[in-house]
Every structure is written in C-alpha cells, then in structure tokens.
T-cell receptor, first 111, second 115 residues
C-alpha cells in the first residue's frame, strides 16, 4: 500500500492561512487522497478528498501536485478550533479502500 | 455532534469481566468499522462489516468479538481483556465498503480502561 509522509508537527497563528504538506511518492493512478483530522477527545473527522484536481469545500482546500506525488491541505484562516492532528491518507484498491492512518501532523494554533 | 453514536463514553472493567461496546448510525450506511487507538498513536483498523457480514478481521484476538445485529447497529463484545487492551475504541460507518471516494463517519469513541 502506498504510504504518506507528513511533518510531525506544525504551528500556526490564529486567522492566518495554514499549509499542511503530504508526500506520497508511490501513489498509484487510482489512489484517492483523503484528509481527516482528529480534535482532542474526539473521533476523526473527514475534511476533504481528491484524485487529480484541486478541491475546495467549506472546511478547506486541497492542492494536488501535477505528478500527484504530493498534496497540500490549506486552511484559509486558522482558528483555535482547528488545532488537531491532521491525517493524509491514500485510499487504494489494494487496501480495499480502507483507511490506513499514518502518524499525521499535529497542528497547534496560537492566539 | 457526530452522526455515529457510541456508548458508553468511558468504561472501566476488570480482566475477568464481560462487557459490550455499542455503536449506532441512522445514515443508511451499509459498511461499519471498529478501530482501536492507543494514546498518542493513530487509529488502527480492527474489523469491517459490509451489509451486516464480517468482511475483514485484522488478526484481532478472539477476546474481541464483533457483532452486527442490523444495518444500524454494531457491537463489540469484550471478554478476558488484558491491560494492554486499554485504548480508545472508535466506530465508523460509510455508504459501503471498497468505495474510495466516500468518507467514513466516526463516533467519538469509548475510552476503555482494563484494571
């Protein structure tokens, strides 16, 4: 199964944009890129997903590199509530589409 | 508020006890999942149910026994657990298994402590 690499932690200031990187150099053509986040004392929460094109929703934007070997989750204006662990996950047929969580990036937001 | 409800939120049990964790969703999803999450670690998949049938068991010890009595309910029966089984147990659901572009919806978990 294709793996992802994320920084262990990142810091951001409140009301500023945040760019969370993810490397997935062994991604296959049919793998979807998913992002989930887990706030303290809560279960993971779906954020966004994409295949080839950039995606936007009310929570975030997902920028996917042209070669698909990396992607970036963009939070346009961080709030204190965005402090969480962010997981970048590749969903592939090899894992029957199941979520295989890596270590994720712990995002801290400073007021 | 999540659309997947797990009860109880906390559970303390001895190693000889029998208890059950419950999970409920009313989104019409036909795939349901159990995950285990140790402190400061990512969630790990335990079981997958598809249309009320067990489709994946990730080599979980038999002291964990899942059950899916109907499309809305998922149980995890616990018996003779060990202290290392203390963890957060997460339930999730999705429209169906094998769909790579459908999200999973998670509950907030049951925090289990084994004495």
């Amino acid at each position: 199964d294709a793996k992802t690499t994320q920084p262990n932690s990142m810091e951001s200031n409140e009301e500023e944009p945040v760019h969370l990187p993810c490397n997935h150099s062994t991604i296959s053509g049919t793998d979807y890129i998913h992002w989930y986040r887990q706030l303290p004392s809560q279960g993971p929460e779906y954020v966004i997903h994409g295949l080839t094109s950039n995606v936007n929703n009310r929570m975030a934007s997902l920028a996917i590199a042209e070669d698909r070997k990396s992607s970036t989750l963009i939070l346009h204006r961080a709030t204190l509530r965005d402090a969480a662990v962010y997981y970048c996950i590749l969903r592939s047929g090899g894992s029957q589409g199941n979520l295989i969580f890596g270590k994720g990036t712990k995002l801290s937001v400073k007021p | 508020d999540t659309e997947v409800t797990q009860t109880p939120k906390h559970l303390v049990m001895g190693m000889t006890n029998k208890k059950s964790l419950k999970c409920e969703q009313h989104m019409g999803h036909r795939a349901m999942y159990w995950y285990k999450q140790k402190a400061k670690k990512p969630p790990e998949l335990m079981f997958v149910y598809s249309y009320e049938k067990l489709s994946i068991n990730e080599s979980v010890p038999s002291r964990f026994s899942p059950e899916c009595p109907n499309s809305s309910l998922l149980n995890l029966h616990l018996h003779a657990l060990q202290p290392e089984d203390s963890a957060l147990y997460l339930c999730a659901s999705s429209h169906r298994t094998g769909s790579m572009n459908q999200p999973q919806h998670f509950g907030d978990g049951t925090r289990l402590s084994i004495l």
